[in-house]
């Protein structure tokens, strides 16, 4: 049991002790089962947001409107979240508008998959109205109720439901499966945003290749950018620590539509760094990387590039272990290692400063990368006033 396990109990002893009712929820209480690393522990209430607000002495609005307010009192913060439906659906869409409810039974009645619908109380008694224990003791990711009712209600549980699959490796129920593939076309009504962090999570998850196969057989892929079906071998062995990874692949396999992944699932400045620089160094590694290479690149760009083309079954002629080692016997290691500036070479000239001395540096850190010269003051002052300016 972790930490914010152990405040969400505090807590709902807290709220109990008031005088109303309160459970642990949702995810939680699925990876709790599944003895899976728990990450942020939910609480559920009878209370509403302002008697939450009175019984605890920190709490942060973080979504009133929506019933959730966030209790720092008990060292972890702990999302607390009144009971409540969701109100009527439109364009496919999670509603903006919640109503407020005083019993349990329908909170958990909104919520998606039978897994994620259970409650957790203090006394350690797993409330479970629709069978989700069962279904983790047989891996069956299944909606609560009528799925093509609750696909229709919101579209985006269609990518969460492969989503799942993809983090669980848990098979998607007939019917559900089913509805999604008879209401795939929905998810066009889906802000990209939320596509693309239901995206992000398939890209970190434990059974990627899995989870692309889901996207494919529910038809839902059609409906995103990416040619899954045709690169699905291409994704066989890919893993990756963070979503930036996924998102640089799916790139790099989609080169003509580049600009429709970034534009689609709405990448950030960071991500579209990173998405440039691991296929620079990738297409760098075809040829053979320079010294150059090494030492511009940060080694995880160098070993994603490297993984790149080993999930694309491209035979290469090192080890992936070697890329660190070659890294670290480079003369230098960064550009402020240099035993000269640009002060150097401008009291070395008459010359004004200007853009010719980012291209001296740069001519100095190659030859000092190639062993041309050693990277010394004088050493370097010789080679300036002979090779460099001499050959302009
Ligand atoms: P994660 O480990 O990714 O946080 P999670 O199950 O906690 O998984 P969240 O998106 O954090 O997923 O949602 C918390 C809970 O809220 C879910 O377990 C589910 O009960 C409910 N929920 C979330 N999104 C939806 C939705 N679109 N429709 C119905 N219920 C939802
Ligand atoms: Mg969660």
Same mark, same amino acid.
């Given at each position: 049991?972790?930490?914010?396990?152990?405040?969400?109990?505090?807590?709902?002893?807290?709220?109990?002790?008031?005088?109303?009712?309160?459970?642990?929820?949702?995810?939680?209480?699925?990876?709790?089962?599944?003895?899976?690393?728990?990450?942020?522990?939910?609480?559920?209430?009878?209370?509403?947001?302002?008697?939450?607000?009175?019984?605890?002495?920190?709490?942060?609005?973080?979504?009133?409107?929506?019933?959730?307010?966030?209790?720092?009192?008990?060292?972890?913060?702990?999302?607390?979240?009144?009971?409540?439906?969701?109100?009527?659906?439109?364009?496919?869409?999670?509603?903006?508008?919640?109503?407020?409810?005083?019993?349990?039974?329908?909170?958990?009645?909104?919520?998606?998959?039978?897994?994620?619908?259970?409650?957790?109380?203090?006394?350690?008694?797993?409330?479970?109205?629709?069978?989700?224990?069962?279904?983790?003791?047989?891996?069956?990711?299944?909606?609560?109720?009528?799925?093509?009712?609750?696909?229709?209600?919101?579209?985006?549980?269609?990518?969460?439901?492969?989503?799942?699959?993809?983090? $669980?490796? !848990?098979?998607? &129920? +007939?019917?559900?499966?089913?509805?999604?593939?008879?209401?795939?076309?929905? *998810? =066009?009504?889906? %802000?990209?945003?939320?596509?693309?962090?239901?995206?992000?999570?398939?890209?970190?998850?434990?059974?990627?290749?899995?989870?692309?196969?889901?996207?494919?057989?529910?038809?839902?892929?059609?409906?995103?950018?990416?040619?899954?079906?045709?690169?699905?071998?291409?994704?066989?062995?890919?893993?990756?620590?963070?979503?930036?990874?996924?998102?640089?692949?799916?790139?790099?396999?989609?080169?003509?539509?580049?600009?429709?992944?970034?534009?689609?699932?709405?990448?950030?400045?960071?991500?579209?760094?990173?998405?440039?620089?691991?296929?620079?160094?990738?297409?760098?590694?075809?040829?053979?990387?320079?010294?150059?290479?090494?030492?511009?690149?940060?080694?995880?760009?160098?070993?994603?590039?490297?993984?790149?083309?080993?999930?694309?079954?491209?035979? $290469?002629? !090192?080890?992936? &272990? +070697?890329?660190?080692?070659?890294?670290?016997?480079?003369?230098?290691?960064? *550009? =402020?290692?240099? %035993?000269?500036?640009?002060?150097?070479?401008?009291?070395?000239?008459?010359?004004?400063?200007?853009?010719?001395?980012?291209?001296?540096?740069?001519?100095?850190?190659?030859?000092?990368?190639?062993?041309?010269?050693?990277?010394?003051?004088?050493?370097?002052?010789?080679?300036?006033?002979?090779?460099?300016?001499?050959?302009?």
């Amino acid at each position: 049991i972790n930490k914010e396990w152990h405040a969400a109990l505090q807590v709902i002893d807290r709220i109990e002790k008031s005088g109303f009712e309160a459970v642990i929820v949702g995810g939680a209480v699925r990876d709790h089962l599944l003895q899976r690393k728990v990450n942020d522990v939910d609480v559920a209430t009878s209370a509403l947001p302002l008697e939450i607000k009175e019984i605890f002495s920190s709490t942060v609005d973080v979504g009133i409107e929506h019933g959730t307010v966030l209790v720092l009192d008990e060292g972890e913060p702990i999302e607390v979240t009144t009971y409540r439906t969701e109100g009527t659906y439109s364009d496919y869409r999670r509603p903006e508008e919640v109503k407020f409810v005083r019993n349990l039974e329908e909170d958990l009645q909104r919520r998606d998959f039978t897994i994620n619908a259970m409650a957790f109380t203090k006394d350690g008694d797993i409330i479970d109205l629709y069978g989700g224990k069962e279904d983790i003791e047989n891996k069956v990711i299944r909606a609560v109720g009528d799925p093509n009712v609750r696909f229709r209600e919101d579209a985006l549980r269609m990518l969460r439901a492969i989503r799942f699959g993809s983090q $669980l490796g !848990f098979t998607i &129920e +007939e019917k559900t499966l089913k509805a999604i593939q008879v209401d795939s076309d929905l *998810i =066009d009504f889906i %802000a990209n945003e939320r596509i693309a962090m239901e995206m992000a999570k398939v890209w970190k998850s434990k059974f990627v290749y899995y989870g692309l196969q889901l996207l494919i057989e529910s038809n839902l892929s059609k409906f995103l950018v990416g040619h899954f079906s045709d690169q699905l071998e291409h994704w066989r062995t890919f893993k990756a620590e963070k979503s930036e990874i996924g998102w640089a692949y799916l790139c790099l396999l989609n080169r003509q539509e580049m600009q429709d992944i970034v534009d689609f699932y709405r990448l950030s400045k960071k991500e579209k760094t990173f998405v440039r620089k691991t296929l620079n160094a990738f297409d760098a590694l075809r040829q053979k990387w320079t010294a150059m290479d090494y030492f511009s690149n940060e080694l995880e760009i160098l070993e994603t590039a490297y993984d790149f083309a080993r999930w694309q079954n491209i035979a $290469l002629p !090192f080890e992936k &272990e +070697e890329i660190h080692a070659v890294k670290n016997s480079l003369p230098i290691q960064a *550009i =402020d290692q240099l %035993a000269i500036s640009g002060n150097h070479l401008m009291s070395w000239t008459t010359r004004k400063s200007g853009p010719w001395i980012k291209v001296a540096l740069d001519a100095a850190i190659i030859a000092v990368l190639n062993g041309y010269v050693e990277n010394e003051e004088d050493k370097l002052k010789e080679w300036f006033l002979n090779d460099f300016i001499n050959e302009g």
